[in-house]
């Protein structure tokens, strides 16, 4: 199996990477986002250490109970050779209904084939009130005329 574009990365094939990431995110399906992991893939995702598809499968259907209404936005950092730094932002909120806005950083390895091989990712949470949320669309891909995470200030 393999997950065009392949390293070694230039802007653009670093930036589709990312988007690629996020949109498989904003779809919420944990099968899915597995599919652009090695099966071996190995993460650090705050204190959570997930090693191979099984377990992002099982992390992210958690997730994705907790997380409500979860909505993210990325943007490469950096790349080079088989790596490329994301940051990111995402919003949610818990069932008692508090929003916040999660803030974080990424860094991926990838194998020849272009799948993820390694994912350490370190992320802060911020409450926010329901009226400062920033990412308003409907579930699923964010559109393509919302502002990225520059565009917002972020």
Known sequence: MSRPPFPPFDAISAASKARMAEDAWNSQEPEKVALAYTPQSIWRNRTNFVHGRAEIIAFLAR???EELDYRLIKEVWAFKDNRIAVRFAYEWHNAAG??????GNE???FDVAGLMQNRHASINDLAIASADRLFLWPKG???DGHPGLSELGL
Not at 98 to 103: G, K, L, M, P, V
Request: proline fraction near 7%; hydrophobic fraction near 25%; charge should be positive.
């Open 98 to 103: 508090q929003w916040f806005r999660s803030y």
């Open 107 to 109: 860094n991926w390895e």
């Open 63 to 65: 997730k994705w109970t």
């Open 141 to 143: 891909r964010r559109p």
